[in-house]
């Protein structure tokens, strides 16, 4: 029963590089989210997919992009990492049924330094 | 998305209950009252939510203010493993925004 799972969970990276963190989830799930988190901060969401095919910004989406490669996957790329990038990246998804009220499941995150 | 006021930090004996305060004093009357919790080096976790009756299930209970503009978390008696930082989260979609939090310690 794995849920959503993120690869990989550590990751190093240089000034310039470039990168994609995975998330898959096996909850036949139709929504997913990026969200990030900085130190003693809450969540701040990069970018969510309501259904495969379709994806839409959220709170801090520059510097990011994204891909809905299928209903369980999704992508989250960094194209030319920055320092202010060093976070911990959350993938999360909900079944979204076009109700108000439901759960997100979160992966447990990829640790991201940026040097 | 509603603004909400938690205190930074709160803390408790083990086996006693835990009332974890919550104001969100511009929830719109759509709007459910979520509760996520974070244990250290974890993603979030649901915990509970509800529109405008009290609820409880096996986590906790949420106790729900009747002019909705605040709301509280109860965990009827806390344990080491309940130690993590509690989101309160108003909101009508699924684009949950996630403040600061309430940083719960729990002591034995």
């Known amino acids: 029963n794995a849920g959503v799972t993120q690869t990989p969970k550590f990751q190093v990276l240089k000034t310039g590089q470039s990168m994609t963190l995975q998330c898959a989830q096996d909850?036949?799930?139709?929504?997913m989210y990026w969200y990030r988190q900085d130190p003693g901060m809450g969540l701040r969401l990069i970018y969510y997919s309501a259904s495969e095919g379709t994806t839409d910004k959220g709170e801090v989406p520059n510097g990011y992009n994204v891909s809905r490669l299928n209903k369980r996957e999704f992508s989250l790329r960094l194209e030319s990492a920055a320092p202010s990038q060093t976070s911990v990246y959350f993938c999360?998804?909900?079944?979204?049924?076009?109700?108000?009220?439901?759960?997100?499941?979160f992966g447990s995150g990829t640790q991201l330094s940026v040097l | 998305d509603a603004k909400t006021t938690q205190p930074n930090s709160m803390e408790s004996n083990e086996e006693e209950p835990v009332h974890l305060p919550c104001n969100h004093s511009?929830?719109?009357?759509?709007?459910?009252i979520h509760w996520y919790r974070q244990l250290p080096s974890q993603g979030p976790e649901y915990v509970i939510h509800g529109l405008t009756s009290n609820v409880n299930n096996r986590m906790a209970s949420l106790a729900i203010a009747e002019d909705r503009k605040s709301s509280t978390l109860i965990l009827h008696r806390a344990t080491l493993r309940d130690a993590a930082v509690y989101y309160c989260i108003p909101e009508g979609g699924n684009k949950l925004v996630f403040g600061a939090g309430t940083i719960l310690r729990v002591k034995s």
């Open positions: 511009t929830i719109s009357g759509t709007d459910y």
């Open positions: 999360a998804s909900s079944e979204d049924r076009g109700l108000t009220n439901e759960k997100l499941f």
């Open positions: 909850m036949n799930h139709n929504s």
